[in-house]
């Protein structure tokens, strides 16, 4: 799937997640109306966010998701422990709440997001890739419940964008195509006003007598 940033999600579900599914509505009209105004929330902690060499890769971010929860472990030897936060998924993209406070932690709108990764070790954690060209991250997040339907939820909204995207780009171009054949058809209707293309050169007794000019 391709947005303004090429999105590679790493998603394997299998046959039974996918039938869970195919219960629920996924109708463009059910979608659009889950991520407008503030969207999806999920409560979850912050492993952590690390700099990356790379805006894809499951092997990259695997490592980077392991690198991050070493730092945890050491921080909970010295009585430290993750952030709380909630999470919000929509049309703006990620929004990373601290829980306490409810301040705005981190926003990553969706063409900054370029990929998407489980943690394959643990089935409430995952991790995704931001940022610009040379200066991306990797966000590491654990959430609540089982993280895959927060992995779904992304993977809607953005083949969700992708396709109103894209179905504006039609409309646009059939707009811009019919405005060219209106000027074009308005061209052809003033030439004929000034240097008519047929002219009347006898009549006959059936009528008039054409001439193609």
Known sequence: ???????????KTSAKKDSRKKGQDRSE???????KGEGV?????LIGIDEVSAARGDKLCQDSMMKLKGVVAGARSKGEHKQKIFLTISFG???IFDEKTGALQHHHAVHEISYIAKDIT???????????????RFVAIKTAQAAEPVILD???????????KQREELEKKAQKDKQCEQAVYQTILEEDVEDPVYQVIAETSRGFKFRNG
């Open 29 to 35: 009209a059910t979608l659009i109306k889950r991520f």
């Open 154 to 164: 992304l993977r809607d909204l953005f083949q969700l964008i992708y396709e109103l």
């Open 1 to 11: 799937m391709s947005t303004e940033t090429e999105l590679q999600v790493a998603v």
């Open 41 to 45: 929330r999920y409560k979850a902690k």
């Open 122 to 136: 643990d089935h409430r954690a995952f991790g995704y890739v931001c940022g610009k060209e040379g200066n991306h």
């Open 93 to 95: 993209g990620i929004k």
